[in-house]
T-cell receptor, first 114, second 115 residues
Framework: KAGVTQTPRYLIKTRGQQVTLSCSPI?????VSWYQQTPGQGLQFLFE???????NKGNFPGRFSGRQFSNSRSEMNVSTLELGDSALYLC?????????????FGQGTRLTVV | AQTVTQSQPEMSVQEAETVTLSCTYD???????LFWYKQPPSRQMILVIR??????QNATENRFSVNFQKAAKSFSLKISDSQLGDAAMYFC????????????FGKGITLSVRP
């Protein structure tokens, strides 16, 4: 069974540009969550999608957005990139998103903003 | 709101020895879950162990066990018979019950294993 797949693995962008990251969850999983990991702030929750609807949202500016497709694949978009957006972005999928189901993580996308 | 605190940034253990990683948390929820995740250099987060707050018995998974002190809001991870492959960053995390899927992580601790 394939795990959570995130593409691309590495990305370099210039300030002011926008970027789209992709996450393909494990087959059958309907919940996808996104996290930002930085050395200074650690792991912070961005948002969660379940059945194409945003169900939870963290404290990030509106430049961070996401969506989920009918096949549960999810994308997150960051517009007007800032240097501080450089981070590892992790995606996690689970069956329903309820607490008693395990969240499986992808290997992340390393975004560098220059 | 939930907070998770890991006050030790780094720890080191001799191979085959036992090490305990500390974690404290705070939550206003009565129903919540606690986790330890491992992040090796490959960056993929792997669930090590999970504890349901309503269970008094400490969770155990092979060489990994927790010491869950609910009143003290403490959730430490004990790794027995440490192996070189245990070297990684370890994150303590909490999650409220119900449909809330948000994980709140601590800052993590880097564990090194000396051969």
């Amino acid at each position: 069974k394939a795990g959570v797949t995130q593409t691309p693995r590495y990305l370099i962008k210039t300030r002011g540009q926008q970027v789209t990251l992709s996450c393909s969850p494990i087959s059958g999983h309907r919940s996808v969550s996104w996290y930002q990991q930085t050395p200074g702030q650690g792991l912070q929750f961005l948002f969660e999608y379940f059945s194409e609807t945003q169900r939870n949202k963290g404290n990030f500016p509106g430049r961070f957005s996401g969506r989920q497709f009918s096949n549960s694949r999810s994308e997150m978009n960051v517009s007007t990139l800032e240097l501080g957006d450089s981070a590892l972005y992790l995606c996690a999928s689970s069956l329903t998103g309820k607490t008693n189901t395990e969240a499986f993580f992808g290997q992340g996308t390393r975004l560098t903003v220059v | 709101a939930q907070t998770v605190t890991q006050s030790q940034p780094e720890m080191s253990v001799q191979e085959a020895e036992t090490v305990t990683l500390s974690c404290t948390y705070d939550t206003s929820e009565s129903d919540y879950y606690l986790f330890w995740y491992k992040q090796p250099p490959s960056r993929q987060m792997i669930l090590v162990i999970r504890q349901e707050a309503y269970k008094q018995q400490n969770a155990t998974e092979n060489r990994f066990s927790v010491n869950f002190q609910k009143a003290a809001k403490s959730f430490s991870l004990k790794i027995s018979d440490s192996q070189l492959g245990d070297a990684a960053m370890y994150f303590c995390a909490s999650r409220a019950g119900g449909a809330n899927s948000k994980l709140t992580f601590g800052k993590g601790i880097t564990l090194s294993v000396r051969p």
